[in-house]
């Protein structure tokens, strides 16, 4: 018996001697991929790439996106985003009670489990979360460190642990990868059925690998050794978990690609603990929303909005400069009402202008639903996009009191304002402009308008859109509804 104790130190001894060896030295250890190519890869430390990124300038990178670029160690919030998203919210009740299991099981398993829940039952062509809704989360995870590596390289080869629907989108359009290889989900009838297929490389990029010149890779020093594109690298850069856990968020200004356009419900990141705080607030959520709800239809403006502040919703309205001309306005009787003109980041927006000016306003607006419009605390006029038939919907309203619109025809949740449409601008001088964080500007001087400044109604709205953003300190852009529906959702939005 002490003989056989005395065999197992002296096998443990040698085994944590040559771990420790290989961690302190990683270059000595020799890199052998399963199958018929075998090479001698150099194994370093990310810290000494990233202190002369200059040298990727000519070469091809091979990088594990989990490892290399996002801070995060933990899958749960992208795959607690498309359970929730593209599932619902049973769905990703589901998930986030499975979350225990997902911790005991091995990694690749977890995975398993996670892609099981999210995608099993859901219809393929239906499926836009992966181009809607995931890029900001991924781009907000990104580490600014490693981005700094990774861009340099003349070509970039992304290897993820994820299904590749999940990841392409943002590789591709946000961080101009020039290939992916993921792992692809099982389709029946045109349903996923929860499954990955085996795990086997493209032939293309292993073709061009094997004829290419010096291949570099970035990832952890588990997943590097477990995939065939890596067999193809002569160096590759390790990461370790304390290392990510100093990298900085990358900053908006550094994205590859302005993220003017996302979609999606949840309006945070949903870790585990997030998740939590989310279903344990969910019942309490669906009363003050009943409450809220029922106060804002059966009770004046004025009344239902002191319901809300003591339910919690709070705003701050500024409005110093213009409450002399609002004050007068509400004495003068005037043939035509006030055209408010506000920028649009949620539904509600045209009920909180309401609410500031404590005022009863009309909303018009675009693809309302019947619903919305009948349990509407103001009035809600649809708009139908035949420009003379909505031109003459929103002078019969301006000519029975003040209206608001948004011009943008749609919400855009990050800091830029998309095209303004002009109609608004040729049907009164009385404009102003409100920047939602609810910001009254000044009313728009007759100069400026185009009944009495002759200005065009192009510029009219571009003054209005420019008047906004410098105020929200927003940036404008040309892009209209139509360009988001089709960058998000490949149609024009049209319902």
């Not at 700094?148 to 999940?166: E, F, L, N």
Request: hydrophobic share 45%; glycine share 6%; net charge positive.
């Amino acid at each position: 018996m002490a003989g056989k104790q005395f065999l197992v130190r002296k096998a443990l001894s040698f085994f944590s001697k040559f771990q420790l060896k290989r961690q302190a030295n990683p270059s000595s250890f020799q890199f052998r991929h399963k199958g018929s190519h075998a090479t001698h890869s150099e194994f370093h430390k990310l810290a000494s790439l990233l202190q002369k990124p200059q040298e990727l300038s000519n070469k091809t990178l091979v990088f594990h996106l989990e490892s290399a670029l996002l801070r995060s160690s933990s899958l749960f919030p992208y795959f607690m985003l498309v359970a929730f998203e593209a599932g619902g919210l049973l769905r990703a009740f589901i998930l986030f009670l499975l979350y225990p299991l997902v911790c005991l099981v091995g990694e690749e398993q977890s995975i398993n489990v996670m892609v099981f829940v999210s995608f099993a039952g859901i219809k393929r062509k239906k499926f836009m979360v992966g181009s809607s809704v995931l890029p900001k989360y991924f781009l907000e995870d990104v580490g600014d460190e490693s981005f700094d590596a990774v861009m340099k390289a003349k070509r970039k080869i992304a290897v993820s642990d994820m299904p590749r629907i999940m990841i392409e989108c943002f590789l591709k359009d946000y961080l101009r990868v020039d290939a992916v290889e993921g792992r692809e989900l099982k389709i029946v009838c045109g349903y996923f059925v929860g499954l990955m297929e085996g795990k086997n490389a493209n032939g293309v990029i292993l073709n061009e690998l094997r004829v290419g010149s010096h291949v570099i890779g970035i990832g952890s020093f588990n997943k590097s050794t477990d995939d065939q594109l890596f067999s193809y690298c002569k160096e590759i850069y390790w990461v370790n978990k304390a290392e990510k856990w100093n990298w900085k968020s990358l900053p908006r200004e550094k994205y590859p690609k302005p993220l003017i356009f996302h979609d999606g419900r949840l309006a945070f990141r949903p870790t585990l603990v997030a998740t939590l705080i989310m279903f344990m607030w969910l019942p309490l959520g669906v009363l003050v929303f009943l409450i809220r709800f029922i106060c804002g239809v059966l009770l004046p403006l004025n009344i239902s909005a002191i319901v809300s502040a003591s339910t919690g919703l709070s705003t701050t309205v500024s409005r110093a400069k213009c409450l002399s001309w609002i004050a007068s306005n509400k004495n003068d009787k005037k043939e035509s009402g006030v055209l408010y003109v506000c920028n649009h980041r949620t539904l509600l927006d045209p009920i909180f202008v309401a609410i500031a000016l404590m005022k009863p306003l009309v909303a018009v607006t675009y693809s309302v639903s019947r619903f919305s419009e009948v349990t509407s605390p103001i009035k809600v006029v649809r708009l139908t996009r035949d420009r003379e038939r909505d031109r003459r919907v929103m002078e019969q309203q301006l000519s029975q009191g003040d209206l608001v619109v948004c011009p943008e025809g749609t919400t855009c949740r990050e800091p830029y304002l998309l095209r303004f449409s002009p109609l608004f601008a040729e049907m009164t001088g009385d404009i102003v402009p409100v920047a939602v964080d609810l910001q009254i500007l000044e009313k728009l001087p007759s100069s400026q308008t185009c009944t009495a400044g002759g200005k065009s109604r192009m510029e009219v709205a571009n003054h209005v859109q420019n008047q906004i953003a410098k105020a929200l300190g927003f940036e404008c852009t040309t892009l209209t509804r139509k360009d988001k529906y089709m960058i998000l959702a490949g149609n024009d939005g049209i319902i």
